[in-house]
């Protein structure tokens, strides 16, 4: 029972990590010093998709439910959780590389943004 509970929650987390990933950059406008943590966050998200790397939490989560007796999952996060809801098939290397796009995209968007209001604000940024 423990296994499965530190897998769901690798799964909450990691799920929270694409969150911030996504949408992190609207909380400098709140936090400025967050910048500093969601821009290699960013960076990160970006390489993985761009990459078709493995989060290291993929095989994390996997090893707490094989502990836990459950089965383990090919493929990862992405392509486990958030594909089926956004795709009826399997991710594919250009779903990757559009995904990587929109998460750059709506960043320099939020950037933008957030750059704008501060400096409206008379904050430097």
Same mark, same amino acid.
């Given at each position: 029972?423990?296994?499965?509970?530190?897998?769901?929650?690798?799964?909450?987390? %990691?799920?929270?990590?694409?969150?911030?990933?996504?949408?992190?950059?609207?909380?400098?406008?709140?936090?400025?010093?967050?910048?500093?943590? %969601?821009?290699? +966050?960013?960076?990160?998200?970006?390489?993985?998709?761009?990459?078709?790397?493995?989060?290291?939490? =993929?095989?994390?989560?996997?090893?707490?439910?094989?502990?836990?007796?459950? =089965? +383990?999952?090919?493929?990862?996060?992405?392509?486990?959780?958030?594909?089926?809801?956004?795709?009826?098939?399997?991710?594919?290397? +250009?779903?990757?590389?559009?995904?990587?796009?929109?998460?750059?995209?709506?960043?320099?968007?939020?950037?933008?943004?957030?750059?704008?209001?501060?400096?409206?604000?008379?904050?430097?940024?």
């Amino acid at each position: 029972m423990p296994y499965r509970v530190l897998a769901d929650l690798v799964v909450v987390v %990691h799920l929270l990590f694409v969150i911030y990933a996504i949408f992190g950059g609207l909380l400098v406008l709140k936090w400025k010093f967050t910048v500093f943590l %969601h821009i290699p +966050a960013l960076l990160w998200g970006t390489v993985v998709e761009a990459t078709g790397w493995i989060c290291p939490l =993929t095989p994390l989560e996997n090893r707490f439910r094989m502990e836990a007796g459950q =089965t +383990a999952y090919s493929g990862g996060f992405v392509d486990n959780y958030v594909v089926p809801v956004l795709y009826p098939e399997n991710l594919t290397r +250009a779903d990757q590389l559009v995904l990587a796009l929109f998460l750059v995209t709506v960043n320099i968007v939020i950037y933008v943004f957030v750059i704008r209001r501060l400096t409206r604000r008379g904050q430097p940024v």
